[in-house]
C-alpha cells in the first residue's frame, strides 16, 4: 500500500460506507491503479451474545422435540415405513416430548418475544394435547 501512496497515477478515496450481504460494511480505502481498482475493505464485527445463543439452541431443541413425535404419528397413521415393533406407541410419544420442548420454547419466549418462539410454544402445545383428542374421538366416533 506504500508504494500505491507514493505514486501520483493513483486515484484514492476513503471512507465509502455500503451495504455488503446484508452487513453493514465500509470500505476504509479505494483507488485505481494502473486501470485495475482496489478496494480495503472492513467489516463490522457481530458480537453475539450469550443470550442469541442460548435462545436459537432452545428454539432448534424445540422445533425438533416437536418434528420427532410428529413424523412417529404422521408415520402410524399412513404406514410409510412399517414400524410392528412400537404398534400404537407414536401416539404416545407427544406426551413424553413435548412437555420438554415447551419448557425450551417458553424458555426462549422469556428471552425474545418474537414469532418463532411462540409459533414452537403453540406447536408443542397443539401436538401434546393431540394423543387426548385421537382416543377421545377415537372412542366417540367408532366406540373402540
Not at 420427532?68 to 404398534?87: A, D, G, R, S, Y
Request: proline letters at 4%; hydrophobic letters at 55%.
Amino acid at each position: 500500500m506504500g508504494a500505491l501512496a507514493e505514486d501520483r497515477n493513483c486515484l484514492k478515496g476513503s471512507f465509502f460506507f455500503m451495504q455488503l450481504k446484508g452487513q453493514d460494511s465500509f470500505i476504509r480505502e479505494w483507488g485505481i491503479y494502473q486501470n485495475t481498482p482496489f478496494f480495503m475493505l472492513e467489516s463490522k464485527k457481530h458480537n453475539f451474545s450469550k443470550e442469541l445463543i442460548v435462545r436459537k439452541t432452545f428454539i432448534i431443541v424445540s422445533y425438533l422435540l416437536f418434528l420427532v413425535p410428529l413424523m412417529f404419528i404422521v408415520n402410524f397413521l399412513f404406514n410409510i415405513v412399517t414400524l410392528e415393533k412400537i404398534q400404537g406407541l407414536p401416539i404416545f410419544f407427544p406426551l413424553v416430548f413435548c412437555p420438554i420442548g415447551l419448557f425450551f420454547a417458553s424458555k426462549a419466549h422469556k428471552i425474545q418475544k418474537n414469532f418463532l418462539t411462540l409459533g414452537a410454544i403453540i406447536l408443542s402445545s397443539v401436538l401434546l394435547i393431540f394423543p387426548l383428542v385421537y382416543m377421545i374421538l377415537g372412542t366417540v366416533i367408532f366406540g373402540v
